[in-house]
């Protein structure tokens, strides 16, 4: 595991954040227009994209928050977590 996950942690919740939004547009009326991709109209495509985004992300969210926290518990479980001071 690579010493500095930050920027893989910050740009993973950037992304989710992100997509919630644009999950959101069409109840703003962002899609009035009635406008179809395939079977489907634009803006059930578009809500649709997003939340596969959303799952890519919570199956990453396990591997980047939830292993190493399962994995620290397994070694010791009553230690104090070790802190870098900057």
């Given at each position: 595991m690579p010493g500095?996950?930050?920027?893989?942690?910050?740009?993973?919740?950037?992304?989710i954040a992100v997509a919630v939004l644009a999950t959101w547009?069409?109840?703003?009326?962002?899609f009035e227009q009635l406008t179809w991709v395939g079977p489907v109209p634009f803006g059930l495509a578009w809500v649709l994209s997003w939340n596969a985004v959303l799952t890519g992300c919570a199956i990453a969210m396990y591997f980047v928050h939830f292993r190493p926290l399962h994995e620290r518990?397994?070694?010791?479980?009553?230690?104090?977590?070790?802190?870098?001071?900057?």
């Open positions: 500095n996950v930050r920027p893989a942690k910050l740009l993973l919740w950037v992304v547009a069409p109840y703003f009326g962002a518990l397994l070694a010791d479980p009553l230690a104090e977590p070790e802190v870098e001071v900057r």
